[in-house]
């Protein structure tokens, strides 16, 4: 029997105010007048993955409030603990969140420490030594436990020890622990307030948040892609329990595939009745608990299941789980299972969203998947023009298709590789959504006019790397500025144009399309060009490529 839906098909969500103040931070509110109580987090991109230094990044978050310009650590406490306010601090891989929540009539004095503790942090050496000595202890405690292990053992296996998401440092590292704040800057922060917020607090707020200081601009660090080892086992004489890790890399939670997978994850192990709990659990007695979720970074995403099982039983309890795993990827789910799942899924979110506070954290994912989206050239490309990954036929022969825009993005990060080493090195980077829509990209005509890359003569004019990737930049020639089109221009202003239609994006003559233009040697644009007027007799280079899977 198909289970009956007991949740609505759509939730309602509040959507936060953005207000951008002086020094580039946004500032999101979420008003609530139903509740007298008022939130504030502060979310910098401060996580251990940027740290330069072992256990630096978790130490900065912690240590703001051991001590500040006007009040000592015990004083910051005190007050806190006077008005029976909530100070928080979380730090994961790539994100540091600060969290201020107070009852409305004790915002003032509240904000009055979170000034000290943003803006005013000493970090006095004495608070520095006795946090270095105590965290270097309680790792020690959590690193004899047999999932503490695993859960480092899996990372370094899936990401490689080099990785900033796979790194574990030895506890001897927080002997030589030193101060690090130059990420909590304007840059790297934004604010979301939450609750009752009136005038007055949503000024104070914005006050506060203003005067946090900008910093040297830094690009983000280039991490190592990830080198996965499959198969890991770490030694634990005399336990009477394994921990279990399995897991694969997949996505962020950008990627279009994301919320299946989410779903995917809840049937085998994300509740209570899952395929994994009943199988381990109620049938066999193998474990406790089990779970399986999708685990989300900005860089990074990936599968995982964990459970403690009984040192006997390890193997059987592996061939299980890689059963169930097999069952969900060749039997279609049944619908009332099915059902179920989602259920249970719109169940969680609803219970999420019941409060300010929860529809807070939403808002801080929401916020960051929209930079991960900014960021994310693929999916901003997909979003923007889904069909510029589409292999359309148009003109071209059977088994053939029009290039596409990540077809001339393959062919830019091919030609980056072939300059490698060389004197006019292309960015990977310019192989991107961002880089291609914002014009002229550094070096590229050089490295395309280079013997390496094209046999640039008459009658030769395509590329020996072209196999390696499917197609070269050349069409049907190159426009001379004073001749017209020639093969073997070696004179003159040579220009070449090519265009991708977007297919369906049509008024009338004009038409939409990502012009190529190479002109000079030095200089390569790839923009788009919105309404472009054919006009009669005007004609477009197209590219055809080869079909691929």
Known sequence: MTQPRITPSQVEVAEARRTTLPNGIGLYTLASDDFEVLRISFVFRAG?????????????????????????????????????????????????????????????????????????????????????????????????????????????????????????????????????????????????????????????????????????????????????????????????????????????????????????????????????????????????????????????????????????????????????????????????????????????????????FGIADVTIENILMATLAAADDDAKAEAEHPVLKMQIQGICPYGWHIANLQDWKDLIWAAAQASKGSRYEIAESSASYKAIGGGSIANLSTILFDASWNTYSSGSPISPLAPDFGFNMFIQGWRLYDTGYNYGATSGDPRFYAWIPLLGQYTSKKTSFWRIYISGHTKTDMTLNDGFDLGNGSGAAIRCVKNYK
């Open 48 to 356: 251990s993955a940027l740290q330069q230094a072992p256990f630096s990044a978790s130490a900065a978050a912690n240590l703001l409030s051991e001590g500040s310009r006007d009040m000592t650590a015990h004083q910051i406490a005190e007050q806190l603990d006077y008005y029976g306010s909530w100070y928080d601090v979380n730090v994961d891989r790539d994100y540091a969140y600060i969290n201020f929540a107070t009852l409305s009539k004790f915002f003032d004095p509240t904000l009055a420490v979170a000034e000290q503790i943003l803006l005013c942090p000493a970090f006095p050496e004495e608070e520095l030594r006795t946090y270095a000595a105590k965290r270097r202890q309680r790792l020690a405690v959590e690193r004899a436990k047999i999932d503490v292990k695993a859960r480092e053992a899996f990372a370094r296996a899936l990401f490689g020890e080099r990785h900033p998401y796979g790194v574990s440092s030895h506890e001897e590292a927080y002997d030589s622990l030193t101060r690090d704040r130059r990420f909590y800057t304007a840059e790297n922060c934004f604010v979301v307030c939450s609750g009752r917020i009136g005038d007055h607090e949503l000024k104070a707020v914005a006050e506060l948040a203003g005067r946090i200081p900008r910093g040297a601009a830094e690009a983000p660090p280039a991490f190592p892609a990830p080198e996965t080892t499959h198969t890991a086992f770490v030694e634990y004489p005399g336990a009477v329990q394994s921990s279990l890790r399995i897991g694969r890399l997949l996505f962020p939670r950008t990627h279009p595939d994301f919320l299946g997978m989410q779903v995917v994850a809840s049937a085998l192990g994300g509740y209570f009745g899952s395929r994994l709990m009943q199988n381990l659990r109620e049938e066999r007695g193998y474990t406790y608990g089990v779970v399986s979720a999708m685990v989300n970074f900005e860089r990074e995403g990936y599968f995982a299941i964990a459970a403690q099982v009984g040192a006997d039983v390890t193997q059987e309890a592996l061939r299980e789980i890689y059963a169930e795993i097999e069952r969900l990827g060749a039997e279609p789910m049944p619908e009332a299972e099915l059902e179920l799942v989602k259920n249970m899924m719109t169940g969680e979110m609803m219970r999420i969203l019941d409060g300010p």
